[in-house]
């Protein structure tokens, strides 16, 4: 069995990499830090499976274009679209060179792998990576979350059209809140709201995946915001939203 995880040098993706090790699956880890790569390949060095590292930053649709060729004659069974950043401050302010990378990163890059694995995987899960903030737009993470809402929607059509068409192949989307990990430092925020940690965070993930859930939302709370979101002006989210963020 072969996983293989984009952002698998840190947070979410490294975790998930630890969990999956522990169940004999083979690895191919891609991020930009070969380093920190090559420190998770030593901590699994005792367990009897194939850690594979790719120094790739996928932002490059190159790189991608490179890594569906590999995985072509290394077929997974589990793929995982981790690899994304948010960044923080109102957008009509913030780098809009910066703001684009995002997007395609957050977008681009995790469509095409998505639609190209498709085409060759004979069976197996892919999981793309969303956020609570698909649920809402985020003032002060407008962008972010804009992407965020693309992956979900996204994934959640795909994964339906691919059960109608009968295919073998599905989408699993994740959807945390806050979750403690390096996006905050990242995006160039200090959170008040307390996060969950990673490991509370992949445990959702793997029960998911073991239960073949379409839609995975870590933690009650998360659960119980997203069905008070559904009932509650869209302007009144909006001004509770910016409030929370603008504690950042």
Do not use: W
């Not at 990576?129 to 003032?139: G, Q, R, V, W």
Request: include cysteine.
């Amino acid at each position: 069995m072969l996983a293989v995880i984009t952002g698998a040098s840190s947070g979410i993706g490294k975790e998930i990499a630890y969990r999956l090790a522990e169940k004999n699956y083979n690895l191919i880890l891609i991020a930009r830090r070969l380093d920190r790569l090559e420190a998770i390949k030593k901590d699994l060095s005792k367990l009897p499976i194939n850690v594979e590292l790719l120094a790739y930053d996928i932002s490059d649709l190159d790189k991608c274009k490179l890594l569906i060729d590999h995985l072509k004659t290394n077929k997974p069974d589990i793929f995982i679209n981790n690899a994304g950043y948010g960044i923080y401050g109102d957008s009509f302010k913030t780098d809009t060179t910066k703001e684009i990378e995002m997007i395609g990163l957050n977008i681009t890059s995790l469509h095409y792998l998505t639609k190209e694995l498709i085409q060759f995987m004979d069976s197996g899960t892919i999981i793309n990576i969303s956020s609570m903030a698909a649920f809402l737009p985020t003032p002060l993470l407008a962008s972010y979350a804009a992407t965020k809402a693309y992956v979900y929607s996204y994934s959640q059509a795909l994964n339906y059209e691919l059960k109608k068409g009968k295919k073998n192949v599905r989408i699993m989307t994740v959807c945390p809140g806050p979750v403690k990990t390096e996006f905050n430092k990242v995006a160039n925020a200090d959170p008040k709201m307390k996060g969950i940690t990673v490991e509370q965070c992949v445990d959702s993930i793997m029960d998911g995946l073991k239960r073949k859930k379409a839609l995975v939302i870590p933690s009650f709370k998360m659960k119980f915001l997203r069905f008070v979101m559904r009932i509650v002006p869209t302007s009144l989210i909006l001004k509770v939203s910016y409030q929370v963020q603008n504690k950042k």
